[in-house]
């Protein structure tokens, strides 16, 4: 079975500019995060899906991250315009649960985006 | 609110030598709890988790954890370590039975082994 499917695994732009990042989750996982992982410290959650409808994006920063899940399966996470601050990693994740029943995560490889 | 408190964030320790990483949350109501390990360049990994019943867990690679409701502590043990499992290790929790529950990641230990 094919795991969480990320791209690109790595980016490096310029401030200001746009980035996009790409996830395909688990088949069959209604469930899927995005995360940020800023170096040396663990998982913050930017937003939740649950199959089209994101659940939880308190914690998207709104006023230059966007995100989008058509149809239910890939999802889309976009910086416009990107700044210093946002060099870090960026992890998708899918669960065949939510949360609340106890799903696990199943995580994609990350993205790590550098700005200069 | 969840919180997770990983008490350190680097452990070195000896190839064959034991190793306890520890783990710490807060929570209001009742929890699942997690560990997963990220090598290096890559994702993370579930290495074991606890939902319920028996409060000793046994994960891959030959850890386990142990939950401990009155200590509110899930500390991540292995009685020898080999250096393949030098990695970073990241304690989680989410809340039970609720629609809005999210996983809650801590900082992360960075277990190094030394030869």
């Known amino acids: 079975e094919a795991g969480v499917v990320q791209s690109p695994r790595y980016k490096i732009i310029e401030k200001k500019q746009p980035v996009a990042f790409w996830c395909n989750p688990i088949?069959?996982?209604?469930?899927l995060y995005w995360y940020l992982q800023n170096l040396g410290q663990g998982p913050e959650l930017l937003i939740r899906y649950e199959n089209e409808e994101a659940v939880d994006d308190s914690q998207l920063p709104k006023d230059r991250f966007s995100a989008e899940r058509l149809k239910g399966v890939d999802s889309t996470l976009k910086i416009q315009p990107a700044e210093l601050g946002d060099s870090a990693v960026y992890l998708c994740a899918s669960s065949q649960y939510p949360a609340g029943l106890g799903g696990e995560l199943f995580f994609g490889e990350g993205s790590r985006l550098t700005v200069l | 609110a969840q919180s997770v408190t990983q008490l350190d964030s680097q452990v070195p320790v000896f190839e064959e030598a034991p190793v306890e990483l520890r783990c710490n949350y807060s929570s209001s109501v009742s929890v699942y709890l997690f560990w997963y390990v990220q090598y290096p360049n890559q994702g993370l990994q579930l290495l074991l988790k606890?939902?319920?019943?028996?409060?000793l867990v046994k994960g891959i690679n030959g850890f386990e954890a142990e939950f401990n409701k009155s200590q509110t502590s899930f500390h991540l043990r292995k009685p020898s370590v080999h250096i393949s499992d030098t990695a970073e290790y990241f304690c989680a929790v989410s809340d039970r039975g609720s629609s809005a529950s999210k996983i809650i990641f801590g900082s992360g230990t960075r277990l190094s082994i030394r030869p």
């Open positions: 606890y939902l319920s019943g028996s409060t």
């Open positions: 088949s069959g996982h209604n469930t």
